[in-house]
């Protein structure tokens, strides 16, 4: 044999390896792929509608935000909205040759497994685009190569059914660009206050290099890394000739603008965004809120917001401040066990350390410990006393949890519980629009909204509607005349708040503007309970009233909320709606979310109303809510106190808007000695109000047809005698003004003669008195404190 034919098995076996080597390293690969290609997960539904998380946007009437609600903070926007510049940018940064390419960058991902192999790590991934998008609608970012296999594969297969806009579309739309923020709309939002269609090429450059890193490249966390980023984005550019080289400098040279307060109204009315979360939930359901994109308008004016926030605060601190519920906190005898820390339950806990170099105190009730943070309570701590001075070891102090325990192992963290608590509502008079809400004096997202949840007595501040209800039966007028004397009503002994002082005979005017308790009790017992709880019903009270004649006083609770819509109808001429926050709403494609539309009906006459509207204004002009004629502006309105002081209310009404106020503790304590409606919730109405209606003009309410002004005798209500001084005028529903006029002081009525024959006959009824408290000494006979106001 030759050689040259010895050589030539050798050249087929050389050959041969390398082929079987090759037919082998096929085998694998298609091993991998298929084995990888198993569960890959289908990729249709990206080529139909694109449905991510979004961000639900809450609006103030002004269009400005008040709050979002969110899974992840995005907000989708079509390719045709953002500029070409930034989705060239986005490609120089991040994958300069995605146009070309068919999903993946093959010398790329050889340059990573070079530089992977020397490091001995997975340190370089080399994605595309596409590759980025399979990865974050599909995978993990973890670094495993079995997930980097499944990624390369669904960047293959998305190349195959998207076109690259739609690829870019996704990208744009779903990419992480730090702080919260997905999508280059909200990124374009949070860094320059801007839409994306809005940016200039500088603002572009900088967020198209922050999916590279946006906790490293982000502005607000290392400016000059942010600068040799967008530097960096600026020569891809160049070098790609999409840019000329005085469009780079001058981009350069541009300042960025950033945003630092973007939505100045964020958080102003966490109480509003809550409740527009509820009314979205019931039209769309969970799974819509949860995917979210939906834009939510509501009533709230944040001008009058922030003074409803300011006078809730300031009225708050200065009852802290007559009561002494401020630091430092005394020592006091322990007395009963405390009830150990939970949630919803205020405890009176014992400081067991205070620490002033982390300004925390420590705290236990009933075995378990808490930590009050004290940097958080300046409302009890003002003048910003050390721990150890502001709460020494020993001492009691009242708490609440934050937030509900967990199993994370964390202390749990509580609120000092030391003063009162105060809710408002302000409405449209007309439209019934809710234009401010306070639930509290720090409120938060998802807290306790005091304004709707809390069910509480509002004492004398329910009177008028008792007042209404017998001035709509037409049996009774503002001048009609009632006995204000001592009544014994079955085991019920009421009494006025000074139970020394009854007034004798006087007229509904006068005793629902000094709020005489025993007027208002002998009112409803002839017009009877149940006509004043339906009314009530009509007027929007939804709470579970009592239907006794203690309902008269005050003594069924009812929610702030429901004491402004009730007002409200007296100021809107007796129509009553349901109170209206959600003005409009936009699904996420930008159609309108239909709403049912809220009933309106007449719960008094337009007469009625003006009435008990005329006769609140004296409540102002002579009674229990002097302090409001401060407004100079017809207002109308009326305090309510509950017994012992526990809750104390201010509910009135000027043509253009009502406002209810209530103040109390959540445990029911008393708010402390001489609080009550009058000093308690007042000022925080009249500070509302004054501001509230420093650009309205001065309006007197409207009169209504079947009105009618009468001269009368306001000690009998009867029509004045010739030439009678001291008649007043009285305001009276057509037909319902007296006939008869009042006697002159020297002629004695036939009623009065008639009345001492039978006392002379019978003896009357003879009431025994104790010279001390100067109140009935009735044995047996059940006597209930009096409602105050």
């Given amino acids: 044999m030759t050689l040259k034919g010895r050589r030539k098995p050798r050249l087929r076996l050389l050959l041969l390896v390398p082929s079987i080597g090759l037919f082998v390293a096929f085998l694998i690969v298609a091993a991998v792929f298929i084995y990888f290609s198993r569960d890959l997960p289908s990729t249709a539904e990206l080529a139909g509608e694109y449905r991510p998380f979004q961000a639900t946007r809450v609006l103030a009437r002004d269009g400005s935000v008040l709050g979002e609600i969110y899974t992840e903070r995005r907000t989708v926007v079509s390719l045709d909205r953002i500029p070409d510049f930034l989705v060239k940018a986005v490609i120089a940064a991040e994958d300069a040759d995605f146009m070309q390419h068919e999903g993946l960058d093959y010398p790329g991902i050889f340059r990573a497994i070079v530089k992977n192999v020397i490091h001995g790590s997975f340190r370089q991934g080399a994605s595309t685009i ?78 198209a290099g922050l999916p590279k890193g946006p906790a490293i490249y982000s502005p607000f966390v290392n400016m000059k890394a942010a600068g040799a980023r967008q530097s960096y984005v600026l020569g891809e550019m160049l070098n790609a000739g999409v840019i000329t080289q005085e ?118 009730a009933g075995g378990v410990r808490c930590i009050v943070d004290l940097s958080r309570e300046g409302r009890y701590n003002p003048d910003g006393l050390p721990a150890s001075k502001f709460a020494a070891k020993g001492s009691r102090i009242r708490v609440s949890p934050r937030f509900r325990p967990d199993d994370s192992g964390r202390p749990l963290r ?10 408002l509502v302000a409405l449209d008079s007309g439209e019934k629009e809710i234009l401010a809400v306070v639930g509290g004096y720090n409120s938060v997202r998802g807290g306790y909204n005091r304004a709707i949840r809390a069910v509480r007595q509002p004492g004398s501040a329910f009177k008028p509607l008792t007042y209404a209800a017998a001035i709509e039966l037409r049996r009774y007028t ?54 004043v709880a339906q009314l009530a019903r009509d007027l929007g009270i939804k709470s579970r009233l009592d239907v006794s004649p203690a309902l008269a006083l005050g003594a069924s609770g009812v929610r702030p909320l429901e004491m402004a819509g009730a007002y409200a109808s007296f100021a809107s001429q007796g129509g009553y709606s349901p109170p209206v926050l959600v003005t409009g709403m936009r699904g996420p494609s930008g159609e309108e979310i239909p709403q049912p539309p809220e009933p309106r009906r007449q719960a008094v006459t337009p007469q009625t109303a003006y009435v008990i509207t005329d006769m609140l ?39 253009d808007i009502t406002t209810a106020v209530w103040v109390g503790f959540d445990d029911y304590k008393s708010l402390g000695r001489r609080e009550q409606g009058s000093r308690s919730a007042l000022p925080i109405w009249i500070d509302f109000m004054q501001k509230a209606h420093e650009n309205l003009p001065v309006r007197n309410f409207k009169t209504p047809p079947g009105i009618e002004v009468v001269m009368i005798d306001p000690a009998t209500g009867l029509l004045p005698y010739d030439g009678m001084e001291g008649a007043v005028e009285e305001v009276f529903i057509a037909g319902t003004a007296p006939e008869r006029h009042a006697l002159p002081p020297e002629v004695e009525s036939p009623e009065s003669f008639m009345m001492e024959q039978f006392s002379e006959r019978d003896g009357g009824v003879e009431t025994r008195q104790d010279d001390n408290s100067g109140e009935k000494q009735d044995s047996g006979v059940e006597k209930t404190p009096a409602v105050k106001d």
């Fill in 478 to 531: 503002a001048a009609s005349i009632v006995d204000d004397s001592p009544e014994v009503f079955s085991n019920w002994n009421p009494g006025n708040s000074e139970k020394w002082d009854y007034a004798g005979p006087v007229s509904l005017r006068k005793a629902l503007a000094h709020s005489i308790n025993m007027v208002a009790i002998k009112l409803i017992m002839d017009v009877t309970p149940q006509k």
């Fill in 130 to 207: 596409t590759q980025q998008v399979a990865r974050t609608f599909f995978l993990t970012r973890k670094r495993k190569i079995s997930r980097k296999i499944r990624e390369l594969m669904l960047a293959r297969r998305l190349e195959q059914e998207l076109e690259k806009d739609q690829i870019l579309f996704l990208y744009l739309n779903q990419i992480y660009f730090g702080h919260g923020r997905y999508g280059i709309e909200e990124a374009s939002l949070y860094y320059f206050g801007k839409h994306a269609s809005e940016i200039n090429l500088s603002q572009a450059a900088l967020l």
């Fill in 414 to 423: 509580c609120s000092l519980e030391m003063g009162p608590q105060a809710a």
């Fill in 617 to 655: 204004m004296d409540v102002i002009r002579h009674g229990t809510g002097r302090r409001a004629l401060r407004l100079k502006r017809p207002v109308a309105g009326k305090t309510g106190t509950s017994n012992r002081s526990r809750d104390a209310w201010f509910a009135g009404y000027s043509p």
């Fill in 247 to 364: 469009q780079s400098e001058e981009a350069l040279n541009d300042g960025l603008e950033l945003v630092e307060n973007r939505d100045p109204n964020m958080g102003l009315c966490p109480e509003a965004v809550d409740m527009a979360a509820k009314r979205l939930l019931e039209l769309v359901g969970k799974p819509e809120v949860d995917l979210g994109g939906y834009v939510i308008t509501t009533s709230i004016d944040p001008l009058l917001q922030k003074y409803a926030v300011e006078a809730v605060k300031n009225g708050l601190m200065d009852i802290d401040r007559r009561q002494g519920y401020r630091g430092p906190v005394r020592k006091r005898k322990s007395g009963s066990k405390s009830k150990k820390i939970s949630t919803g339950r205020i405890s009176n806990a014992e400081v067991i350390e205070a620490d002033d170099e982390s300004n925390l105190i420590t705290v236990e």
